[in-house]
């Protein structure tokens, strides 16, 4: 196969017609809305907040702010900042909290985090640390941080290249999440958050990965029952184990070389998006897992092509394995210098802390990159 550009790959159907399902998943200390706008204004209501804040950024700000506030009659505040994984970083929080305190900003205001990964993760951050702690609703717009970013009370920025590397782990107040906002996604975007759906697939159960590895939601209905699915895989997890001493650690699969690949490209011209380098994590670490988690060889090469199939082969992206793998030991997993992978015991089952070395890395870049 060919190296495209990510955008030119593929066609989705996605209507713009908003899915009327109104679902609520009860986690332990929150709960997530589906399409649920009424519930969000009584929310709010309830809360009695002394000032709501809504921070976004460029692009949400352009195409879903407009809903929000035609939804949400109240008078709020609106802090807008860069897009993007490289404005992740501890001067754009200084700049947030510097606009809550200029505002007059209290302990009893809100944060209503209205925009895909980056705004859910340093939003929360900005406000679980903001006077030691403001209450925050998580309201993702993208289909990553729909499925993923938004769930799981993980909140961060990245530090010295390093993703994610400065954060504490906090519980929103609750979270929203309107499928209505995919429809004004690029279908890149869309494809960058397919890559965490194929993944809960494969750590947890294998019949979604077999239903979406072999064809994408047809309509915006379908996409909203495969993102309410996604959740609740996700939700069942992190309820098992919110501060991710244990099982949580599986959802890390794909992450480490994708994570990796993700700053290594970062400041580049032609950064990977973060479901992109998942993407190659997932096949990279198949590998990996078919040479010590006993992934069989039928399932490796089951899961490199279906992936593949999706989002095409880009081998320039894992030149430079000795660049790679200085990355990877800098990854949060690892334990006494040692390289600690989720692999794969089989489609559907994963297992933690499996110490993998360099050599392997370099055998599992090769084998995307060569596609052997």
């Known amino acids: 196969m060919t190296e495209p550009e990510w955008q030119d790959m593929l066609l989705f159907n996605l209507s713009a017609t908003p899915v009327t399902e109104v679902r609520r998943i009860k986690c332990k200390k929150y709960s ?9 204004l009584q929310d709010i209501e309830q809360m009695r907040p002394s000032s709501v804040f809504v921070l976004t950024d ?12 035609e939804k949400i009659s109240i008078p709020v505040h ?64 993208t289909l990553l941080s729909q499925v993923d970013a938004s769930v799981g009370g993980k909140l961060g920025i990245d530090f010295l290249g390093f993703k994610n590397m400065v954060g504490v782990v906090q519980a929103p107040h609750a979270v929203y999440i309107m499928t209505e906002f995919l429809s004004s996604l690029p279908e890149r975007e869309m494809r960058s958050g397919y890559a965490e759906m194929l993944k809960h697939g494969l750590i947890a159960d294998a019949t979604v990965w077999h239903r979406l590895s072999r064809q994408m939601p047809a309509d915006a209905a379908a996409w909203g029952r495969e993102v309410v699915a996604s959740v609740e895989i996700k939700k069942k997890i992190t309820d098992e184990d919110p501060q991710e001493r244990g099982i949580r650690k599986i959802l890390n699969f794909g992450h480490t070389i994708g994570h990796a690949l993700e700053s290594r490209w970062l400041i580049s011209p032609q950064p990977l998006l973060h479901g992109e380098a998942v993407a190659i994590g997932l096949i990279t670490e198949a590998f990996v897992s078919y040479r010590l988690g006993g992934l069989t060889e039928d399932e490796l090469f089951e899961i490199r092509e279906r992936i593949l199939s999706i989002y095409g082969h880009h081998p320039r992206y894992v030149g430079g394995s000795d660049e790679i793998i200085e990355l990877i ?21 994963a297992i933690y802390n499996q110490v993998a070395d360099d050599q392997l890395v370099r055998e599992a870049l090769m084998f995307y990159r060569e596609k052997l």
Not at 32 to 40: F, G, I, P, T
Not at 60 to 69: D, E, G, N, S, Y
Not at 107 to 131: E, Q, Y
Not at 332 to 340: A, D, E, H, L, M
Request: positive net charge; glycine residues 12%; proline residues 1%.
């Open 32 to 40: 997530v809305y589906v399409n649920h706008w009424d519930a969000l």
């Open 58 to 69: 460029q692009q949400t700000a352009k195409f879903c702010l407009h809903r929000f506030l």
């Open 78 to 141: 609106v802090i807008t900042i860069a897009e993007g994984e490289i404005h992740k970083q501890l001067d754009t929080c200084q700049q947030i909290w510097s606009f809550l305190m200029k505002k007059g900003a209290d302990r009893k205001s809100l944060m209503i985090n209205l925009g895909g990964g980056v705004v859910g993760d340093m939003g929360g951050f900005c406000a679980a640390t903001f006077m030691r702690g403001i209450s925050f609703i998580q309201m993702p717009t």
């Open 329 to 349: 030991r800098s990854d949060k997993k690892n334990i006494n210098g040692q390289t600690r992978m989720v692999l794969l015991s089989g489609i559907g089952q």
